[in-house]
Nanobody
């Protein structure tokens, strides 16, 4: 399973950034996919995930600001109204859903496959 992120960089607080993650068609159509982030000295946390049908779950900290979507084998994270506390390494991840109903989790431990990460830095 190969996941390749792109789109990170530096942005001013209040600005926007879009992250992309390229995946194979099988992963794109079958797996849970999501964005996770890890700031220095902190644990990795879930940002937003999307299931095979396009259903999404977002962390409370990003609701109303970040949007996860997917199209043509690319997973996206549109980041609007960014804040300095959004500064982190952002990772794309994928795995089969663990729940019977197919819902996707925001817990990083439930994902086996990870991209290399892309840095997002928000300046105040």
């Amino acid at each position: 399973v190969q996941l390749v992120e792109s789109g990170g960089g530096s942005v001013q607080a209040g600005g926007s950034l879009r992250l992309s993650c390229a995946a194979s068609e099988y992963i794109y159509r079958t797996y849970c996919m999501g964005w996770f982030r890890q700031a220095p000295g902190k644990e990795r946390e879930g940002v937003a995930v999307i299931d095979r049908y396009g259903g999404t779950v977002q962390a409370d900290s990003v609701k109303g600001r970040f949007t996860i979507s997917k199209d043509k084998k690319i997973l996206y994270l549109q980041m609007n109204s960014v804040k300095p506390e959004d500064t982190a390494m952002y990772y794309c991840a994928a795995d089969l859903p663990k729940s019977y109903g197919g819902a996707c989790s925001l817990f990083p431990r439930e994902y086996r496959f990870w991209g290399q990460g892309t840095q997002v830095t928000v300046a105040s």
